[in-house]
C-alpha cells in the first residue's frame, strides 16, 4: 500500500509511525509533515486544505489510501473530492465533518437524535438584541462559544450576566474568533470530569479505541489558558465498563444511526469529549478526527495493523476486523511546549538529546518521541518550529500508571531545548478519587 497521510504535527507523526509497523504498507508520504515525521516517512509540500493539490498528489503517486490527521481538510471536502475519484480515504465527508466544524450544528444533530449534552440556545449576529436579553435570564456559570473552528480557542466560560455581556461584545464587535464567531451557541455549563473516546467506524460497524484524559490547560493543577493539548493517557479509569456501555447506547449508536439517516458518509474516527458526572456521560464536543495528543497514547496501545484497519474504514468493510485489541497496557505522552505557548513564543531553538531515541530503542524501551513541531537546519540539527515542540510517549505494562508516568518523565529529562516548557503533573489526576455518585 502506498499512503498519503495530511497533516504535520505529533498526532500524525503518530499515524505514520503505527503504520509504518505494518507489512502491508511500502510507502508513506506525508503533507506536510516535520523533521521527525521525515525520518519515517517521504514529507511533501502539499497544503492539506488544497483540495485540488490533494487530489493531483494522489492520483499522480497512485495512493491506495489518504489518511487525514486534522479537521480542516474534512471540513473544506477533501473526503468527497477523493471520493469521487474511488480513492479510499479515512476520514468523514464535509456534511458529516459539520459535527466539528459547526457547534450549532452538532448541538442541533444531538438534540434531533436525542444524543445526551448541555442544554443550549443559538444566536447569530442579527439576533444580538435576543441574545442579550437571554443572558439575563440564563443560569451562571454558562458557556458561550463560536460556531466554527477556532482551533480549541473558541470558548468563554462566563460567571456573571456582565461577563457574558463582555463576551457578547468581543465576539460580535470585535470579532475575535473571526468569521468562526458569525453565530455562537450558549449553553449550559457542566461540571465533572472530562474524557476523550474514539469510535473507529466505517459508518456501520464500529468499535472503541483507548480512552485517555487530556490535560488542556497550560500550568499544572488544570490552571491558566486552554491549549491544544498539554499531555495525555491512557486507558483513562473513569471512563468505567458501565460508562463505555451508556456512551455506545446513547451517544455513539444514535449518532451513526442519524450519521446514515441524513446521507452524512462518515469513515474514520469520530471523537467524543465527553463530561462524566453522577456515573453518566454527557458530549461536550463531537471531532471528526484523532485527539491531538490523545493520538499519541491511543495509537500505541491498538494491537493491530493499523493500515488494514484504516483501510477497511475507508472502504466500508470493517466488521470482519472486529473486535479492534488493544495491548494490556497504559500509555502517557508529556507534550514538551515552546517557552510562552500558547501566546507568542520563540522558534528556532536546537534540541538536543533525541539521538537516544532511534526507533529500535524506543521499542526496547516502551519510549517514543513524536515531533510536533520541528525543522532540521542545514547542519542536520532538529530547531523547535512551533508551540507544541514534542510528544514524549511511554508504553508500560505496570498496573500502576504512575511507572508509566515516570518513565515518561524519564524520557523528557534526557531532551532540551532553549525555553522548553512541559506540565509536571501529566497522569496525576488519573489517581484523584472519582466524583462521588450522587442521585
Ligand atoms: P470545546 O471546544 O467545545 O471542546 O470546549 C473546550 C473546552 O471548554 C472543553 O474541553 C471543556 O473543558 C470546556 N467546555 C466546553 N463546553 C463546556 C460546558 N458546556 N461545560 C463545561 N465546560 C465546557
Ligand atoms: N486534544 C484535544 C483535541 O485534539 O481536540
Known sequence: MRILVLGGGAREHAICWKLKQSPRVAAIFCAPGNAGIANIAETVELIPTDVKAVLGFAMRERIDLVVVGPEAPLAAGVADALDKEHIPVFGPRKNAALLESS??????????????????????????????????????????????LAAGKGVIICETEAEGTHALDEIFT???FGEAGQRIVIEEYMTGDE??????????????????QDHKRIFDGDRGKNTGGMGAYAPAAIVTPEIIEQVKREIIEPALKGLRDEGRIYR???????????????????NVRFGDPEAEVVLPLLDGDLAEIFLACAEGRL?????IKQFPASAVTIVMASQGYPDSYQTGEVITGLDDFDQKKEI??????FHGATKLDDRGRFLTSGGRVLSVTAVGYEEDLRHTITAAYNAVSQISFNGAYYRSDIGKKAHRTPEPRTA
Open 364 to 369: 526496547e524501551q516502551g519510549i517514543a518521541v
Open 268 to 286: 474514520g474516527i469520530l471523537y467524543i469529549g465527553v463530561m462524566i458526572a453522577n456515573g453518566r456521560a454527557r458530549v461536550v464536543e463531537f
Open 174 to 176: 470585535h470579532r475575535i
Open 103 to 148: 457547534k450549532a450544528f452538532a448541538k442541533e444533530f444531538m438534540q434531533r437524535h436525542d444524543i445526551p449534552t448541555a442544554r443550549y440556545a443559538v444566536f447569530s449576529f442579527e439576533d444580538q438584541v435576543e441574545c442579550r436579553a437571554f443572558l439575563r435570564h440564563v443560569n451562571y456559570p454558562a458557556v458561550i462559544k463560536a460556531d466554527g
Open 195 to 212: 474524557a476523550s473516546i474514539f469510535a473507529i467506524t466505517d459508518g456501520i460497524d464500529y468499535d472503541l479505541l483507548a480512552t485517555a
Open 319 to 323: 466488521a470482519p476486523l472486529l473486535p
